[in-house]
């Protein structure tokens, strides 16, 4: 299997914008080993995806209710996601869990849902700095993923340290390759020989200058990339980047 470059736009894109993003990754993306995704604002995945059909980028949501419908003011239902062409989902990125409380439960409710209407989940774990320096990352990251994944999980992991979303910094090489290591045992014990099939991300000041030392690490199945996969350029180097 090979890696995949997924690009988180978060709050950032109105419909001019996105769409000569989106049609300049396009352009780019032809030859490459890796599999390219972007998650766009929900209000313009669906001419987003317009403009991707016949690319080999796909594109997805960034968050879902787990309910199917009903009285949840300004949310979306993961059916209404796929209504509108996408064919992934983020769940549980830490400004969720920060900005709106999301629990790890939540955030299995959400998977479940996203799963039901076809979607495959991307599912956010991550310790904080003070976590880090108190050495709990493997305890944080283990409590997350045993909450946040069901028994029979088949979609994609990232970790993403809180502290390097953002900021210019990533743990180290070392870091990096020690904690994919753990959550490649975690789903393996968790899953079963299927936890094999579970690409991990690295997400976390992801950029042209590193992408290539931390696609290269054990257990590194991609990259969800933030800020720097709103220039498609830089997008695509990292994509390059990918085995
Ligand atoms: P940055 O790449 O901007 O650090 O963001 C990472 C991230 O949160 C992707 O989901």
């Not at 403009?51 to 419908?69: E, I, M, S, Y």
């Amino acid at each position: 299997m090979g890696q995949l470059i997924a690009g988180n736009w978060k709050m950032n894109g109105l419909l001019a914008e996105a769409m000569a993003l989106a049609k300049a990754i396009a352009n780019g993306a032809g030859g490459l080993a890796c599999d390219l995704l972007v998650c766009p604002p929900a209000t313009v995945i669906r001419p987003v995806g317009g403009a991707l059909a016949g690319t080999p980028v796909a594109v997805g949501g960034q968050d879902c209710h787990a309910a199917v419908k009903g009285a949840h003011t300004g949310d979306l239902a993961a059916a209404m996601l796929r209504d509108a062409g996408a064919c992934w989902v983020i769940l549980g990125h830490s400004e969720r869990r920060t900005d709106h409380g999301e629990t790890d439960a939540q955030v299995a409710a959400k998977v479940a849902a996203a799963v039901a209407a076809g979607l495959t989940p991307i599912v956010c774990v991550g310790e904080t700095e003070a976590e880090r320096l108190a050495g709990r990352q493997e305890a944080v990251v283990g409590t997350q993923l045993a909450g946040s994944l069901p028994g029979d999980f088949a979609g994609v992991v990232a970790y993403e340290p809180v502290w390097a979303i953002g900021t210019g910094r990533t743990p180290t090489e070392a870091d990096v390759a020690a904690m994919h290591v753990f959550i490649r045992a975690v789903l393996l014990r968790r899953l079963g020989p299927s936890g094999q099939a579970v690409r991990i991300l690295y997400g976390g000041s992801v950029n042209p200058g590193n992408a290539v030392a931390l696609m290269g690490l054990p257990e590194v199945g991609g990259a969800l990339v933030g800020g720097a996969s709103l220039v498609a350029a830089n997008f695509l180097e990292i994509a390059r980047a990918a085995r």
